[in-house]
């Protein structure tokens, strides 16, 4: 692993009185930017790992593991949180057929986001962010106010609303993907986002995705993240 030292980027600012923050990570090609850039800024992290959202299973496990891949290589703590998928259902009952970036999501982002600063809370970190916000297929301001609204339950905890995108680090997080070969998920991660992408695989005359087939640098294509 080769970090990107502060002569190649800004320092990052966290939140004023931050002593260490969580990183709620979606999976490695999204967090390995975030992740290097805290760490070039010699700031303490651990990664947060909880996404019930996804499915099937076979994708969330190799979601994960790529995750924790990584997160060894740096020597990061990794938690491994619930893999409450019924809850999930739950929340989004009636949601199933919104857009991307409609209420469903944000029912999704508030899920993960409720536990994770539940986690920072009862753990000691004082800030959390998280890396869903760098992918172009997401809305920001959605994410953003997400986390607000999550960290908002408890005094002692900030959200950090960076946005991961700046500062060449959209770039960079292809390039890191490439560089570690993580696995290139096609959909963002639930069933209804499955369906919803192969419907348009199929309208353009592709085939239904695969799961578990497409890395990074190896056969990799810029369809997702
Ligand atoms: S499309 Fe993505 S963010 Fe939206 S509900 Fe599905 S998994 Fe969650």
Known sequence: MTVDTLKNRKPLTPPKHTHKVLLHSCCAPCSGEVM?????????????????????????????????????????EFIDADYDVDNWFERVQ?????????????????????????????????????????????????????????????????YWTYNWRRQGGAQRMLDISKRENFYQQEYCGCIYSLRDTNR???ERGRGPIEIGVKFYGINDKDDFV
């Open 36 to 76: 290097e850039a805290m760490t070039a800024s010699g700031i303490e992290y651990a990664i947060f790992f909880y996404n019930p959202n996804i499915h099937p299973r076979e994708e969330y496990e190799i979601r994960k593991e790529e995750n924790i891949r990584y997160a060894r290589e740096h020597n990061i």
């Open 94 to 158: 009636g949601l199933e057929y919104e857009p991307e970036r409609g209420l469903r999501c944000t029912v999704c982002f508030d899920m993960r986001f409720e536990r994770t600063a539940l986690y920072a809370h009862e753990h000691g970190f004082d800030t959390f962010t998280s890396s869903l916000g760098i992918s172009r297929w997401k809305d920001m301001q959605q994410i953003n106010d997400s986390g607000i609204r999550a960290a908002s339950r408890y005094d002692d905890l900030t």
């Open 200 to 202: 348009r695989r199929r």
